[in-house]
């Protein structure tokens, strides 16, 4: 309890130190403002507590009705002028009635105080006066390297140049040796983050050390309750037993969590007055005391660097409790059985939990109990187990239902509402499990994609898609086409104009959007907000010229580009600096082999690349590339693995290709269908044929949504 007061208190003085650090760099920032130097600002911001009548700083002032202020003294001064119990505001004239005939009971200005404790903070006496006690006419504009202090010109030319020490002019070299001291005081940042996370974890421990100590003094009590006569003795030495356990390691943890605590505030202490130092200091004020700041920083850094290493222990509590069974046995001999307690960091859920899901279909996994060295429970105990599953997006929550199978296992059972990316929470009393919560997608089941549940017009020949953050890029394949940008209602919140016949987009994570465009054979880079950076490309078959660029997905910061007519996948650097070709059949060196084969004279291996129009990868790296009428798939190392819809004539013109989980999604413009497969190569189904048309791009929303674009009927359907 002590601890805790003491704590409570240290964290109210933090706060009002902040608050206090708060008002005085907003002062400065004003004072600055108001004048052309903080001196002149400081004048300005003096007169705002400066009395009007006595001309000198505010003692204890007072405010009138009328909300202009003065010194108490000043007030009275007025109150024995007028001598009819008013006073008279000599700046507005108004009358205000003195309250009990005494002026120092009109209410304290108290801002006014706060400004003048902030005004003597900000007044310190002048910057020191930076000239050479050598030479005392030369001022200290120079710094020398070598010796790292100041120096003036005249110490330069007798001492530092013929020694060769390296110098500058002080407002050149300060930028780097800000940075140095910045840079130094990463380590100290560094270790302040470890310090405030250890001290966290102390308190958490510490909480979970009294709350494990209240567990086993209530299972103590609820067993010993059976024997009440007998057993009294035995309860009372257990539960002191318990109580001094509990107070040793709360002692002890209390004394590492103090520790850690006076290692954070010297360190944040440190860190807040080195960055003052480097953003508000004066060049020569900072260089003056970099060397100082540098040695404070070094010697903190040693000082506490073990504190960040030493672990939070926590050691659970047991005692040995006589089983009421056993009671007979007990007048004869002391038999005694464990107190096993389930310990929700070491509970678990079924190893083989689906990553997967579906709406309106059961989910259901089992909770396995153990105790705090990993053994399961044997015993029945009293436990609360909930389980919730909670959209990403919107946070929206699907209770589960729990069922108790046995001792240690529960079956829980959760039908998901909505698509979309879930987080599946599992708690035992009220604590997560190990490893919670988990990752689970939630789409629609594949027997509802028939039909689309919505409908994108006015498009202009759509081709390729893609959805990030909530957001839809559509291209619209036309001489004059464009990207648009719809937001998550189907709004045009923007859109990039001036393209050629744009086929495939692709964006990465810093939100740069990639484009290929089919009438001047290239591929363009755009910034978030639509200013293109950089294109390359290019009629040609050497490497980084394009024959055909379609299809463009976006990969670790890499680039890969479908070259459908040149049969290769050409990958670039986010810069557009093209890294290697997969599977090129092409040889520029022997440009008639080239064109036999790009013309089909010369024999086609289904291991080679032919024909590609789009691609895309699996959560292990494998690349699925659409040919010309089958998918192939490459390993991470770009080898051929096996191809999927050719055996069997699933496909006859695919044209693009998502992964979603362990599922494919493959758009076939012969067939104006939408065809899944497993990732196997397995045909689940083929959908849509009633209302696609010419389907050549396909993407996925945050959600589980399936945008198709059909290029004949200019719009997008979704599933």
């Not at 360190?267 to 080195?274: A, F, H, K, Y």
């Not at 699907?398 to 959760?414: G, L, M």
Request: proline fraction near 4%; hydrophobic fraction near 35%; aromatic fraction near 6%.
């Amino acid at each position: 309890r002590d601890q805790t007061t003491r704590l409570v208190r240290s964290n109210e003085r933090l706060k009002l130190y902040t608050q206090f650090l708060s008002i005085r760099l907003v002062a400065v920032k004003m004072a600055e403002g108001l004048g052309a130097t903080p001196s002149k600002g400081l004048e300005r911001f003096q007169d705002e507590i400066t009395c009007p009548l006595c001309l000198g700083i505010y003692e204890e002032p007072k405010t009138l009705p009328c909300q202009h202020i003065y010194c108490k003294d000043c007030l009275e001064g007025l109150a024995r002028q007028s001598r009819n119990g008013t006073v008279v505001c000599p700046e507005c004239r108004s009358v205000a009635q003195i309250p009990g005939n005494n002026a120092s009971t009109f209410p304290t200005a108290f801002q006014i105080n706060r400004l003048k404790e902030v005004y003597e903070a900000m007044a310190v006496p002048a910057g020191e006066t930076y000239h050479c006690q050598e030479h005392q006419a030369q001022a200290l504009d120079l710094y020398c390297e070598t010796c790292q202090k100041l120096v003036c010109r005249d110490c330069i030319i007798a001492n530092c140049q013929p020694s060769g020490h390296r110098h500058g002019y002080v407002s050149k070299v300060t930028p780097a040796h800000r940075e140095a001291v910045l840079k130094n005081l990463e380590t100290a940042e560094q270790l302040n983050s470890q310090i405030a996370a250890l001290s966290k974890q102390a308190a958490s421990t510490k909480s979970r050390i009294v709350e494990h100590g209240a567990s086993v003094n209530r299972e103590i009590n609820g067993r010993i309750d059976v024997l009440i006569g007998v057993l009294e003795q035995q309860r009372q030495t257990l539960l002191q037993t318990t109580e001094e356990i509990t107070r040793r390691k709360v002692t002890a943890i209390s004394a590492q969590e103090e520790k850690l605590r006076a290692a954070n505030d010297e360190l944040t202490e440190i860190v807040e007055s080195t960055k003052r130092a480097v953003e508000r200091d004066s060049d020569k004020e900072f260089l003056a005391h970099k060397q100082k700041t540098v040695t404070k920083i070094k010697e903190a850094t040693e000082k506490w660097i073990d504190s960040a290493q030493e672990p939070c222990s926590e050691q659970p509590i047991t005692v040995e409790v006589t089983s009421p069974s056993q009671l007979e046995d007990l007048c004869k001999k002391s038999c005694i059985v464990r107190c096993q307690l389930a310990d929700p960091l070491k509970c678990t859920v079924s190893t083989k939990i689906r990553r997967e899901a579906e709406t309106k279909k059961p989910y259901m996994f089992a909770v396995h109990l153990a105790d705090y060295q990993g053994n399961p429970c044997t015993e029945k105990q009293t436990v609360q187990v909930t389980a919730e599953l909670r959209r990403l997006r919107d946070g929206c929550v699907t209770p589960a239902e729990v069922t108790a199978k046995r001792a240690n296992d529960y079956t829980v059972s959760i039908q998901p509402e909505t698509r979309g990316r879930h987080e599946l929470i599992v708690k035992v009393n009220g604590t997560l499990v190990s490893n919670s919560p988990f990752p689970v997608f939630v789409r629609k089941p594949l027997g509802h994609l028939c039909a689309p549940e919505n409908k994108i017009r006015g498009l202009r020949s759509p081709t390729g898609m893609t959805c990030k953050d909530g957001k839809i890029y559509i291209c619209e394949r036309e001489v004059d086409g464009a990207v648009v940008i719809l937001d998550s209602k189907f709004n045009r919140i923007a859109s990039i104009r001036g393209l050629n016949r744009p086929g495939g987009i692709a964006i990465d994570h810093q939100s740069n959007i990639y484009v290929t465009t089919l009438g001047d054979l290239k591929l363009h880079k755009f910034t978030k907000d639509g200013r293109c950076v950089k294109s390359v490309g290019g009629s040609g078959v050497a490497p980084g010229m394009f024959g055909l660029p379609n299809g463009i997905r976006v990969r670790d910061n890499q680039i890969f580009v479908c070259d459908t007519d040149c049969h290769r996948i050409q990958v670039f650097d986010t810069d557009l600096h093209l890294l290697r070709v997969i599977d090129s059949i092409l040889d520029t060196t022997d440009i008639f082999t080239s064109v036999r084969r790009l013309y089909g004279l010369s024999r086609m291996d289904e291991k080679n690349v032919y024909k590609p129009e789009d691609l895309d990868f699996d959560s292990t790296g494998n690349m699925y590339v659409v040919n010309s009428s089958y998918i192939q798939v490459l390993s991470p190392n770009e080898k051929h693995v096996r191809t999927v819809g050719k055996e069997g004539g699933e496909l006859e013109n695919p044209s693009c290709i998502k992964v979603n989980g362990k599922l494919l999604f493959v758009t076939d413009m012969s067939k104006n269908c939408m065809s899944v497969f497993n990732t196997s190569g397995v045909l689940y189904g083929t959908f849509g044929e009633r209302y696609l048309n010419k389907p050549v791009g396909i993407t996925f929303d945050e959600d589980g949504f399936v945008y198709v674009s059909c290029y004949r009927n200019n719009n997008v359907l979704i599933f």
